[in-house]
């Protein structure tokens, strides 16, 4: 039975599909956006200021960045930006169909350089978390913590099942693990999207230790993940369930899509400029 014949038989759960892929679409090519301007951001501000010896000048941003006389703490925290900018970057073409169908042995070796650049980022962050005085307080530490154990958890497990060549479930943990890689962007996007909305910085606090911050330290991950995991199971619902859904991805999006200007124009665009 042709696909013409299905729309003209039962029309709502064929769009309904249509409009729930394309809502979930919209937002990775939003993030995709978003994601590039921050791996630039990294390239031009950190780069620049490591090729010129100025690394100083990261403590402009950073709360216990570089510290004199630090060696094994400054190579961890170049490291984890390093990692950070190759994770950042890698992440989203393992996510594109096209490239995963045309060029599958790129597919496999990216998914593996990912991996482990993802595992290194996290145990780098882990290991600065815990032995810098950072911005927020004990909250924020716990947060970040969380979000990297999580991180080593998606990244095993997609692993072990692409390994086992359970495609539909690694490709399920794979995006968790992009999602939680992710995180530290989700934090930054979605305190510049509050500040906007509130036209302040509200519940941020003097010393970075606001209630918003300390609900963003957990949130930034824990409602993406969230988001997605209802995404997942509105692709098998009915067609109430997919329209719903992707109301809600379309709200994020443009939540997401106002966060990421904030953060070019209040955070990004200044310092490299």
């Excluded at 990294?42 to 960045?65: E, K, P, Q, T």
């Excluded at 190579?75 to 930006?81: E, G, N, Q, S, Y």
């Excluded at 990216?110 to 815990?130: D, E, F, H, K, Q």
Aim: overall charge positive; charged content about 15%; glycine content about 12%.
């Amino acid at each position: 039975m042709t696909t013409a014949v299905l729309d003209r038989q039962n029309p709502s759960p064929l769009l309904a599909d249509r409009i729930l892929k394309a809502a979930g679409v919209l937002w990775f090519s939003v993030a995709l956006a978003g994601q590039a301007a921050f791996v630039l951001y990294i390239g031009l501000f950190y780069g620049r200021s490591a090729m010129a010896g100025d690394y100083g000048r990261w403590n402009d941003v950073l709360v216990g960045g570089w510290r004199a006389g630090d060696m094994i703490g400054n190579l961890t925290l170049a490291l984890h930006l390093l990692l950070a900018a190759v994770v950042t970057l890698g992440g989203p073409l393992q996510l594109i169909p096209a490239i995963r169908r045309r060029w599958p042995a790129f597919h496999r070796w990216n998914g593996r350089s990912y991996m482990v650049t993802a595992i290194l980022a996290s145990l780098g962050g882990l290991y600065l978390t815990w032995t810098r005085d950072g911005a927020g307080e004990l909250a924020m530490q716990i947060g970040i913590s969380l979000n990297g154990i999580l991180i080593l958890v998606c990244a095993a497990m997609a692993w072990r099942l692409a390994l086992q060549k359970r495609f539909d479930a690694h490709r399920r943990w794979a995006m968790r693990a992009f999602l939680l890689v992710s995180g530290v962007w989700f934090f930054r996007v979605g305190l510049m999207a509050w500040v906007l909305a509130n036209q302040g910085p509200v519940g941020i606090g003097e010393d970075f230790d606001g209630p918003f911050v300390r609900f963003l330290a957990f949130g930034c991950y824990l409602i993406p993940l969230a988001v997605l995991e209802i995404y997942f199971r509105a692709q098998r619902a009915g067609t109430a369930g997919k329209l719903i859904t992707a109301g809600m991805v379309g709200g994020v999006t443009l939540v997401m899509g106002l966060g990421i200007v904030g953060a070019m124009m209040g955070m990004w665009l200044p310092r490299v400029t």
